[in-house]
């Protein structure tokens, strides 16, 4: 099976290198493009102030990370998780450069860059010229964002893993699926026995019936080509 990670972030800021950190991680397995149910997600003291600007976003404030672990604390669990899986993540470099900061904080092993699949470039490559933001894609697909006030990492996790599927062609792939099971039914009923069906099929009529409408047609029709031609010569029972 191809197993995938669905990962988002909020963080303080836009740049790590400017002293902003990481607040929030969650992430999403799927499996051939279908969600498997496991999730992973964890708050994370930044270990600075949470900006106003930054709190408006996603609404996480200080009093929510006090009692949060460092990420020191979760990254075995966040990279046991991730495991060797590809990383999926909308405008990923944003994404990636968080996690590699802070996993250089800690001196932990990073996620090789080949690894990290960017669903933006995904979406501007298929929609060249237009809005390709998380929210414009969910309302492109008709992904319901009823529960999305505020960002927050598991629910954009969640709705990118949704528009993965649609970027990947998520409808057309369970057509395909259908059309898998057509043929398994196919191969089902072809081995409990049936064959093809004799041709000419046996007749299921009696001769004193085929004798009885052959006296009828003598009787009853005046011109008999019309029958002649398809090969029943009416002026004989045989």
């Not at 600075?48 to 404030?61: L, M, Q, S």
């Amino acid at each position: 099976m191809a197993r995938e990670i669905v990962l988002d972030t909020e963080t303080t800021g836009f740049d790590p290198k400017t002293g902003d950190r990481l607040i929030e991680v969650g992430c999403i397995e799927i499996e051939d493009l279908l969600p498997t149910g496991r999730t992973f997600h964890t708050l994370v003291h930044p270990e600075r102030p949470i900006p106003p600007d930054a709190i408006r976003v996603h609404g996480i404030t200080d009093e929510r990370v006090r009692d949060a672990p460092r990420f020191r604390e979760v990254v075995g669990e966040l990279m046991a998780f991730i495991g060797e899986a590809p990383v999926i993540a909308h405008n990923a470099a944003f994404d990636r450069a968080f996690i590699d900061h802070e996993c250089g904080l800690c001196g932990h092993r990073l996620i090789e860059e080949t690894r990290w699949i960017d669903t933006l470039k995904l979406a501007q490559s298929r929609f060249p010229g237009m809005a390709n933001s998380l929210d414009a894609l969910c309302k492109r697909f008709r992904i319901s964002l009823v529960e999305r006030t505020l960002h927050g990492a598991l629910i954009d996790a969640r709705l990118l893993a949704e528009v993965y599927l649609e970027l990947k062609g998520g409808k057309e792939r369970r057509l395909d699926l259908s059309s898998a099971r057509t043929v398994t039914a196919q191969v089902a009923a072809a081995a409990g026995g049936y064959g093809p069906r004799p041709r000419p099929l046996a007749p299921r009529s009696t001769e004193a019936e085929r004798t009885a409408h052959l006296a009828f047609l003598r009787e009853t029709l005046k011109d008999a080509s019309l029958w002649t031609a398809y090969g029943l010569e009416v002026g004989t029972a045989a």
